[in-house]
């Protein structure tokens, strides 16, 4: 069995997605398109597509109406502002599993402020866990901010997103991950590789080294395998992207990383 811990679903008419605008994937992506592009719908984790951020609860009760098959919801809170009222909400509410406050496109130091740490903190005390997006170069304010909130489970999305184009910084993202990886409340999900790497002339080769540098460092009991569809879809597609993990993980490890990984972090089985 898999339990897909990235997934995203959107709809430009019912929700208001301003990144979407001019893009290839500005349009609805449901379960009958993941299922189309899959082969089934897995169990799946649906995580927060940045919409506008006063529609995070109306998001999270569209999810609810898609599909059996969504175990969980890592919802959007605005952990920075002091108002923690939607992490009350969610602690209340038996889909929502986590909380993710996009990182990738804020200035440095963002991550690592007296108010986000306080609101990260607030999340693991809800018994909920933090998604954290970012990019490679913002790797130490993570550690900073997972030193600091040890009593959060923390999972690294899209294994930070490592240079794998160019190769330059990777030393420096290694060693990040290593840190964050002598964490024993951080775990990362393999996902969102292939969209870091040259859209339309990535190889395998490329990939490995990452998602190697990953289990090694993680272990095969805190690695995720995540899609990241469909926004997978700008460089490659979901049978590819899962036949190469899988392909790449040793098939002792596949139900933890495929399966069991998912539902021990999220808690899906409460």
Known sequence: MTIDSHVHFWDPAALTYD????????????????????????????????????????????????????RGIVAYAPLETGDLSLVEVYRRDPLVVGIRRNIQSEKPGFAVTDAFRYGVRAVGEAGLVFDACIRHHQIRDLITLAADCTGTTIVLDHLGKPPVATGEGRAAWRDGLAELAAMPHVSCKLSGLVTEASFDSWTPDAILPYLEDALTLFGPDRCLFGSDWPVLNLASDYRQWHGLVRRFVPPEHHDAVFDTNARTVYRLDL
């Open 19 to 70: 990144w979407l605008a001019g893009t290839e994937l500005d349009r609805r992506y449901g379960p009958d398109d993941l299922a189309h592009d899959a082969g089934e719908v897995p169990e799946l984790i649906m995580v927060q597509a940045d919409c506008a951020a006063s529609q995070a609860r109306a998001e999270v009760e569209w999810v609810r109406t898609l599909h059996p098959r969504v």
